[in-house]
């Protein structure tokens, strides 16, 4: 108590966030919370937010962290995502072999079959499909929370990965009249990441903004540095999300339920992975949104970072 940041032995890790909280200067930057194994063995978990303290007139005073024991959620954990691992498992091969069966009828290849029929099969088909994707989310997140999914953290540009992504979406936009645009200075500090990892949220977070975004809309993404930071802001004209749903947003399974979004298929564990594989990175993720008024995703990743393995958020943490 009372000494200097550099005088405490503190986890390196931890070190280095309660650093980037003090440099930075963005007002939307609120906090980070990242997990940490500490003891001879790694045996104890603890959960640390680590957030800037600022003054009236928006300078950074100082940084604050509170430190929490999740040791015995981990067990918890550990048990029950290797049950969703072993039962998806399981799934995956039947129900696939089942769309399979189903193309197969609906391309005539065992015979002729009336309108009616075409009609009902397709349905089945497309719940099929959706059941496969719960499936693939499902594993994703079982590895996340494992410590699987992020394999390999390298050096990594981040505006080549959006670039990819954007050119990849163009087509699905472009069929929706959507003005899909993305801006970033071309000397954009590198970060240290998962390069399938990065791909993955920006995939899940331009496509969502595409799909809840009305025909003749407009999607943009922005990509900039802040004080330690890059920071990603993936923004929409679209529906909107109403203020009561913003704190469930990156819940397991949350859905928004609303007139517009009844018609558009997911799985409610999109936001859940993104926010997952975010704090596996030291990141964090927020979420600005008006209904009917259009959304943005902001994302802040350190521009330098040593790997780490991630380990699962707390189900009752609030998660904006």
């Not at 928006?58 to 430190?67: F, I």
């Not at 929409?236 to 397991?252: C, N, Q, S, W």
């Not at 339920?257 to 975010?278: A, Y």
């Amino acid at each position: 108590l009372g000494n200097f940041l550099p005088q405490c032995n503190l986890h390196s890790e931890l070190s280095k966030t309660i650093e980037e909280s003090l440099k930075t200067k963005d007002m939307s930057y609120t906090s980070v919370s990242q997990e940490l194994s500490i003891g001879e063995s790694g045996e104890i978990f603890l959960r640390a937010h680590t957030a800037p303290v600022r003054n009236d007139l928006g300078e950074t005073m100082g940084s604050v962290t509170v430190l929490q024991d999740i040791s015995h959620l981990k067990e918890l954990d550990k048990m029950k995502s290797e049950f969703i691992a072993m039962v998806t498992h399981e799934l995956r091969a039947p129900i696939a072999a089942v769309e399979q069966q189903l193309t197969v009828i609906l391309n005539k290849m065992a015979g002729e079959i009336t309108e009616k029929q075409e009609r009902l099969l397709s349905r089945a088909k497309e719940r099929t499909k959706g059941l496969l994707d719960l499936i693939k989310d499902l594993l994703d997140l079982s590895k996340i929370e494992a410590g699987k999914m992020v394999q390999y953290k390298e050096p990594l540009a981040l505006h080549d990965v959006i670039q990819r992504v954007v050119d990849l979406m163009r087509v699905v936009a472009d069929n929706k009249k959507i003005d899909l645009q993305f801006s970033a200075p071309s000397n954009v500090s590198v970060i240290h990441a998962d390069r399938n990892s990065m791909e993955g949220i920006f995939t899940n977070l331009i496509s969502n903004a595409i799909k809840y975004t009305p025909e003749g809309g407009k999607v943009w993404i922005n990509l900039v540095e802040e004080g330690g930071f890059v920071k990603a802001m993936v923004s929409d004209t679209g529906i909107g999300i109403k203020k009561e749903d913003l704190p469930r947003i990156f819940d397991k399974f949350y859905r928004v339920k609303t007139i517009e979004t009844r018609q558009i298929v997911g799985t409610g564990l999109g936001l859940s992975i993104v926010k997952s594989i975010v704090d596996a990175h030291l990141g964090s993720i927020s979420v600005e949104s008006e209904e009917g008024g259009g959304t943005t995703f902001t994302v802040f990743f350190p521009k330098e970072s040593n790997p780490v393995i991630y380990k699962p958020c707390d189900a009752t943490e609030s998660n904006v």
